[in-house]
């Protein structure tokens, strides 16, 4: 969970989720109007979109704003359709990474990310470079108050997941992207309550960053994570809790 989680990481303590609340909702809508235009509206039955709708919930997203949404994608609104891009490339100190993007413009944004990569340190690669160094993974987290973790240990490995990481203030249960559903619905039934979940793309290797590298890459993820047609990306990077002290 390196690079994501580290991010993650460094953006609770730094606030940034609050501050970006309503950049955060208008990538959800893109994502979930996709979703809906792509599998239908139902999430019952759409299971990428129960999980775009699982995340807004975790965000506070309002239920008009999801259901609005929905109808977008379906045709039930006007609205514009996006593209999903993924693209490759480099970041300080020879990261790799992966960067999911919903566009309405591919030239602007290609642009806005090769500047985003070349401004801190990297450069933006071709389809395959960096592609192989990961793997699709789905991640269920639990807040750890109240928690029984042991129970949830024991479920979770139960339902079929692959491995358990206990944190700070957080359990995260993580499967194999085709166990993702049945691993969730197994826990939640089983009475955990899910805070978040995500699929994620997992590196098979990381690179430590350290001094103006680690600086670079968490300006790197700021500035993408500033641009509406990214949705997510994923970086093989690690930086030691000592170095991300500075940053907060």
Not at 93 to 122: F, M, P, Q, Y
Not at 185 to 198: C, I, K, Q, R, Y
């Amino acid at each position: 969970m390196s690079g994501h989680s580290k991010w993650s990481t460094i953006k609770r303590k730094k606030g940034v989720a609050d501050v970006k609340r309503g950049k955060i909702f208008t990538k959800l809508i893109r994502e979930i109007a996709t979703a809906a235009r792509i599998g239908g509206g139902d999430p019952e039955s759409n299971p990428r979109l129960r999980l775009v709708v699982d995340k807004a919930k975790a965000a506070n997203m309002p239920k008009d704003n999801i259901q609005r949404a929905i109808l977008k994608g379906i045709g039930g609104g006007e609205g514009e359709s996006y593209d999903e891009i993924v693209y490759e490339g480099y970041g300080p100190g020879g990261t790799a990474i992966l960067i999911e993007a919903l566009t309405d413009n591919k030239n602007r944004t290609v642009s806005d990310v090769r500047h985003a990569l070349t401004k801190n340190g990297g450069n933006l690669g071709a389809s395959g470079c960096v592609a192989y160094l990961f793997q699709k993974r789905g991640v269920l987290q639990f807040a750890i108050e109240g928690l029984d973790s042991d129970a949830l240990m024991e479920a979770a490995m139960e339902a079929g997941a692959e491995d358990i990481l206990e944190g700070q203030d957080s359990v995260d249960v993580v499967t194999a992207a085709l166990d993702f559903d049945s691993v969730r619905d197994n826990l939640e039934a089983a009475g955990f309550v899910l805070a978040e979940s995500s699929i994620t793309m997992e590196p098979s290797t990381t690179v430590e960053l350290v001094g103006k590298d680690a600086e670079k890459m968490i300006r790197l993820a700021e500035t993408l994570e500033d641009l509406d047609d990214v949705q997510n990306f994923f970086a093989n990077f690690d930086i030691s809790e000592e170095e991300m002290e500075r940053f907060v």
